[in-house]
């Protein structure tokens, strides 16, 4: 099995930055893309960042230059540090990665547990 295991939420006023941090382990041969969604209440799931394994990026419009998402593919890792945040930026982030598990097995999602970000004075 893989497991994808988050860090780095937490509470911060508007304007702040927080760092969300998520590794990826177990039986893993390869990880395609990697990225974070996030789901506010009462709103569907959104993709918030995305990243494949040779770097191209892609992000919501609302984060764009506010936000950055990096990996680590020695450390099967994905982070995203996020900057000037807004109270609309309120959520459960979510880390989502694409692995195969052996070189003959379709890749298929996994998904973190979440972790909370809240942005309020």
């Known amino acids: 099995q893989v497991q994808l295991v988050e860090s780095g939420g937490g509470l911060v006023q508007p304007g702040g930055s927080l760092r969300l941090s998520c590794a990826a382990s177990?039986?893993?041969?390869?990880?395609?893309?990697m990225g974070w969604y996030r789901q506010a209440p009462g709103k569907q799931r959104e993709l918030v960042a995305a990243i494949t394994s040779g770097g191209s990026t892609n992000y919501a419009d609302s984060v764009k230059g506010r936000f950055t998402i990096a990996r680590d593919n020695a450390k099967n890792t994905v982070y995203l540090q996020m900057n000037s945040l807004k109270p609309e930026d309120t959520a459960v982030y979510y880390c989502n990665a694409v692995v195969r598990i052996t070189v003959i097995t379709n890749p298929r999602n996994y998904w973190g547990q979440g972790t909370q970000v809240t942005v309020s004075s």
């Open positions: 177990g039986n893993i041969f390869s990880i395609n893309a």
